[in-house]
């Protein structure tokens, strides 16, 4: 073979290969043209149903999963324009799982002073979190309840575990006074499911099973939610929450909490505890994914579902389609349209019939989980239950496609059964 021969073959087959993706975008521009339009014709009933029946399944899966993952997140430690979270390498965010053996941040007094002389930095606290029997009364049963130790700051009051620090003294007074019995103030900040379980009030004074004492200096409204429920929570001072836990020789805290306007102190956070991950605001959503079962539940039978559902309708509405639709099948056979890119035709409307109700869907789940939140809040006077993720848009559109791809096989078989004389001849 000549040179010249090697060419041309060459140049056959770029003209080939050329005509080939020619020939599939004509086909995708006639595909996604015709089923549009159809969609603006009043006949187009059935096609209607398909995209109704894919938006209303997708919507709902957003909605549902917004919720599960405002569920999630709210089992994490949080406060007011808090915009950093340091934890262990080895821990996690969600310390409402806490346990006696969960890695922890050691010297957190002398490293969190550290943190606020720096300008930079609106206020720091470390956060240890751990469940402790108390009892109201010495008659009374123990109960168990979260309590969580803070350091407040001086200069704001922030929300903290969705309880207001402005009760407790500012700082550390007993860690302060090199943990002096004197200097234990025994302040502790309820919420409402503390003191419903321990049937106790402001004022009152709750003892531990090592017999120290905290009063309840404030019942707050706020309320802890995790994925099972309103969790009993109370703040106290970090130090005396370490004296009843053993965690006071370490200096012990599950995380520390930082407020900062500059994204520069990343680093200095970085510097100063350098076996740790920061994690940042935008960050926190996704590291901060529940060990309850509830959510992740929540989750997997709303994809499921809506799955199910959504294959299950579009394939038969638009198998129904299909076979309405017949006589224009022949058509394009008749005119020289081969088996194969009349399915290609037919699945390609299949999918695009699925991505529009996959966006309208994704919008309409969306503002579910705004009626959702607004709906408790009317009603119920419960927190926000979902929040809005950028990450519902692209999870809602590729459902939708996973959604029309998997309902592609009945309505391309029923197009292939179609044969030019049966069809013409009625």
Partial sequence: MTDDDNTHTDADINVSGKSRTRRI???????????????????ARRITLTLAGVMIAIALMTTVSGVALGLATQSAVQGDNVDYWVVPETGNLNTIAVSTEQTRLGDTHELTSRLTRNDRVQYATPVLSQVIPVQAKPSTTREYILLVGVIPPAESNPTIASLPTAELTP????????????????????????????????????????????????????????????????????????????????????????????????????????????????????????????????????????????????????????????????????????????????????????????????????????????????????????IIDLRLIPYGIMTALLIGVLSLPYPVWLARRTTITETLRL
């Avoid at 200096?251 to 520069?264: K, P």
């Avoid at 992740?296 to 309405?324: N, R």
């Fill in 25 to 43: 975008l004509t086909l995708s521009t006639f595909a996604v043209a015709r089923i549009l339009n159809r969609l603006r014709t009043p006949g």
């Fill in 171 to 386: 700082g550390d007074p007993y860690f302060e006074s090199n943990h002096s019995t004197d200097s234990w103030t025994g302040e502790l900040v309820a919420s409402q499911a503390a003191t419903s379980v321990l049937n106790a009030s402001a004022g009152e004074t709750i003892m531990t099973s090592g017999e120290q004492t905290f009063t309840i200096t404030d019942v707050a409204d706020g309320e802890l939610r995790t994925g099972v429920g309103t969790a009993p929570v109370a703040l106290v001072h970090l130090s005396e929450l370490q004296a009843i836990t053993g965690a006071a020789d370490s200096d012990a805290a599950s995380q520390i909490l930082v407020s900062s306007n500059d994204q520069r102190v990343r680093s200095t956070i970085e510097g100063i505890y350098p076996q740790t991950d920061v994690v940042t605001r935008t960050g926190f959503a996704s590291q901060t994914v529940s060990t309850s079962s509830l959510p992740v539940a929540m989750g997997i039978a709303a994809f499921v579902i809506s799955l199910i559902i959504g294959v299950l309708f579009t394939a038969t509405t638009m198998g129904l389609e299909i076979t309405h639709d017949r006589q224009f099948i022949a058509i394009l056979s008749a005119v020289g349209y081969t088996e194969r890119s009349i399915g290609f035709v037919v699945a390609l409307q299949v999918v695009t019939v699925c991505l529009v109700g996959g966006v309208a869907g994704t919008v309409l789940g969306i503002g579910g989980i705004y009626a959702t939140n607004a709906l408790l809040a009317q009603a119920l006077s419960l927190p926000a239950a979902g």
